[in-house]
Nanobody, 122 residues
Framework: QVQLVESGGGLVQAGGSLRLSCAAS????????MGWFRQAPGKEREFVAT????????YYADSVKGRFTISRDNARNTVYLQMNSLKPEDTAVYYC???????????????WGQGTQVTVSS
């Protein structure tokens, strides 16, 4: 079992930055690829970014490429999402998730955090 707890969400103006963190406990963190997803009101949960267990591979949704950066610190059992140049359309609840494979779909993830709200004002 892996427990995930996100933090770092909040309210920011368009063009601003936030860094989300996801702390993991339980089984060996480095064995898992980690992903970030988001869900806006009335919309389906969508993929944002993912990173392999050893941090050698990262993938991003086209909508965030060049603005968001996923990273991880396996010594701290933590994965991060640095979000720059935020737009109002980035407003959503952001979730981190753990998977045995580097995948970009929700059903590929076994463990989920409770989410953290990010609101970008125009």
């Amino acid at each position: 079992q892996v427990q995930l707890v996100e933090s770092g969400g909040g309210l920011v103006q368009a063009g601003g930055s936030l860094r989300l963190s996801c702390a993991a406990s339980g089984r060996t963190f480095s064995n898992y690829a980690m992903g970030w997803f988001r869900q806006a009101p009335g919309k389906e949960r969508e993929f944002v970014a993912t990173i392999s267990g050893g941090a050698g591979s990262t993938y991003y949704a086209d909508s965030v490429k060049g603005r968001f950066t996923i990273s991880r610190d396996n010594a701290r059992n933590t994965v991060y999402l640095q979000m720059n140049s935020l737009k109002p359309e980035d407003t959503a609840v952001y979730y981190c998730a753990g998977s045995r494979a580097v995948v970009a779909f929700t059903t590929g993830y076994d463990y989920w955090g409770q989410g953290t709200q990010v609101t970008v004002s125009s």
